[in-house]
T-cell receptor, first 118, second 113 residues
Framework: AQTVTQSQPEMSVQEAETVTLSCTYD???????LFWYKQPPSRQMILVIR??????QNATENRFSVNFQKAAKSFSLKISDSQLGDAAMYFC???????????????FGTGTLLAVQP | EPEVTQTPSHQVTQMGQEVILRCVPI?????FYWYRQILGQKVEFLVS????????KSEIFDDQFSVERPDGSNFTLKIRSTKLEDSAMYFC???????????FGPGTRLTVL
């Protein structure tokens, strides 16, 4: 069974600085998707970034980028120029890639609570 | 930008009562999901739904739970007889295709007393 591990329950960063959140996963699949979701105090789940495992290039979305190391099964999120609005719980998630298949559920890690200090 | 909506935002119910949580997925999406998050814990998959039938369900999704797409727009989760441990945030999500990103609604906070 696939598992997702986030080993940092809490992180803190100064405004305008850079922070990296860690995520590792375990799977025997060769093709899959990885995601980072942000959950602010409102508890809405907001997609931050997505990475397809078959792509070697790391995904980027403005100030957010990932370091995807497939062999190490590592998928970290880097937030540059941190802003107060980035303060939230961040969840790493895994999903199999199966066209036409039924198993497309997201498997989440336990989350990392990010605080941004002014 | 289209978004997933959920109603109500907060529901309080007595143990043993039936509740129905409602979701309106994004209009051209074909795959629908329910997840739940007990306070302070991670998000857990409950069920996925496609072509008017359940495509996968977790161990949590027992006979007390059911899902339905009663019309072309709504997707509901029914808990037949609520228990204290059903208290959680329930998220609906939808996706256009299997590989597509799943977009989440704002959640319904269910409190069972």
């Amino acid at each position: 069974a696939q598992t997702v591990t986030q080993s940092q329950p809490e992180m803190s960063v100064q405004e305008a600085e850079t922070v990296t959140l860690s995520c590792t996963y375990d799977t025997s699949e060769s093709d899959y998707y990885l995601f980072w979701y942000k959950q602010p105090p409102s508890r809405q789940m907001i997609l931050v970034i997505r990475q397809e495992a078959y792509k070697q290039q790391n995904a980027t979305e403005n100030r957010f980028s990932v370091n995807f190391q497939k062999a190490a099964k590592s998928f970290s999120l880097k937030i540059s120029d941190s802003q107060l609005g980035d303060a939230a719980m961040y969840f790493c998630a895994y999903r199999r890639s199966e066209y036409g298949g039924a198993t497309n559920k997201l498997i989440f890690g336990t989350g990392t609570l990010l605080a941004v200090q002014p | 930008e289209p978004e997933v909506t959920q109603t109500p935002s907060h529901q309080v119910t007595q143990m043993g009562q039936e509740v129905i949580l409602r979701c309106v997925p994004i209009s051209n999406h074909l795959y629908f999901y329910w997840y739940r998050q007990i306070l302070g814990q991670k998000v857990e998959f409950l069920v996925s739904f496609y072509n008017n039938e359940i495509s996968e369900k977790s161990e949590i999704f027992d006979d007390q739970f059911s899902v339905e797409r009663p019309d072309g727009s709504n997707f509901t989760l029914k808990i037949r007889s609520t228990k204290l441990e059903d208290s959680a945030m329930y998220f609906c999500a939808s996706g256009r295709t299997v590989p597509d990103t799943q977009y989440f609604g704002p959640g319904t906070r269910l409190t069972v007393l």
